[in-house]
């Protein structure tokens, strides 16, 4: 297990790890032979870019990260879904005439959020202060970009401690899951599933394998990615996440669906684990009588540090846990600890990120 370990901390994010090798060291990790593979596409799956700027004189070039050099010029890049394939030369073109010489001075990065509906989100970062008359030149490139590619566009300018916003901050974002299609808000800033046609099918997964009814608690909620379609499995449910960006995303998907038995807070998991053990009380929660509640399922999504010991013990009380991983190695330390009183029931991979190390996991256990 340490040598996979070492090994998985030793490929970093560009080295092109083949998929069969990914779900091999995963599986020896988490000492599994009989799960699921969902494969992403090769190319065309990244929904989302960030992008480092360089100056020549008066003209630019977009650069990532490289192995060997610190940075790499590049002109596109096949993993991205093609409206943002589409958008990158037209933006460069458009930045590098005359007109817009001023507005792209001391432009550091580039990030960019698309939707499937063809919207994108452009967020221009700055080392110099922005005035508020950059916004007359943003609502140019606006225009400018929709006429040459006719999609849609929000543009925003960032400065240390300035925001400057076109229109909205945000994209509004449709999933087809199961033949319902859920409406999401996806905040510059936030964290977002990266792999589209990857996250529908994980949250197909999710419902196809869990036990239905009663009531689920759902830690690190984020914008209500598996909330909103869990909403119709469980007679309440409550979610919780730290980010106050995510949990006015999810009061957003809530009215957008028209779903109205998600009750939401914005905790940390720790704070979560405080307030249903009645260790703490939080005004977070007003409004939300934790006693009728009868949870019988919890589901986790943590970030790649995992769970942990604390964590792992509270959840020890439900009779299902539905775990999302994005790390193998920390999704093995807290199974160790689950299958002290809980036995796996299903488990897949799901190649959220091809071409690198990283790999997304599922795992349903039952109580013994």
């Not at 960019?112 to 609502?139: F, G, M, P, V």
């Not at 009868?294 to 790649?304: A, I, Q």
């Not at 190649?351 to 349903?364: A, M, N, R, W, Y």
């Amino acid at each position: 297990m340490a040598l996979v370990c070492e090994f998985l901390d030793r490929c970093g994010g560009c080295v092109d790890i083949t998929l069969e090798s990914k779900i091999n060291l995963a599986s020896n990790l988490l000492d599994i032979r009989d799960f699921q593979v969902f494969k992403s596409m090769e190319s065309n799956f990244r929904a989302r870019a960030e992008l480092g700027i360089y100056h020549n004189g008066d003209k630019i070039s977009y650069t990532m990260h490289g192995v060997k050099e610190r940075f790499v010029k590049i002109k596109n890049c096949q993993n991205l879904l093609p409206n943002i394939q589409k958008t990158l030369p037209v933006l460069l073109n458009i930045l590098n005439s005359l007109e817009f010489n001023t507005f792209k001075m001391r432009l550091f990065s580039l990030e960019i959020l698309a939707n499937q509906n063809n919207a994108l989100l452009l967020t221009l970062i700055y080392h110099r202060k922005l005035e508020e008359s950059w916004l007359l030149d943003a609502r140019k490139l606006q225009t400018s970009l929709k006429e040459i590619l006719g999609f849609h566009f929000e543009i925003i300018g960032r400065s240390r401690g300035v925001k400057l916003v076109v229109e909205d901050d945000y994209l509004v974002e449709s999933l087809e899951v199961s033949g319902k299609k859920f409406y999401y808000r996806y905040d510059e800033g936030a964290f977002t599933q990266p792999n589209v046609a990857i996250n529908q099918k994980m949250i197909t997964w999710v419902l196809e394998h869990l036990k239905h009814g009663g009531d689920l608690l759902e830690m690190y909620c984020g914008c209500g990615n598996f909330t909103i379609p869990l909403s119709f499995n469980f007679d309440k449910i409550l979610a919780t996440e730290i980010s106050k960006i995510s949990i006015n995303a999810l009061r957003f998907a809530c009215e957008k669906n028209q779903i109205k038995n998600i009750h939401f807070a914005r905790l940390s998991g720790a704070e979560c684990i405080e307030a249903l053990n009645k260790t703490r009380k939080f005004n977070r929660l007003k409004g939300i009588d934790l006693n009728t509640f009868n949870f019988g399922s919890v589901f986790v999504d943590p970030p790649r540090s995992g769970l942990g010991v604390e964590a792992c013990e509270f959840l020890k009380h439900f009779k299902q846990i539905i775990y999302i991983s994005c790390n193998p190695q920390t999704l093995a330390q807290d199974l160790e600890i689950l299958k002290q009183t809980h036995c796996i029931k299903h488990i897949a991979f799901f190649d959220q990120f091809p071409h690198t190390k990283h790999l997304e996991s599922g795992v349903i256990l039952e109580k013994i």
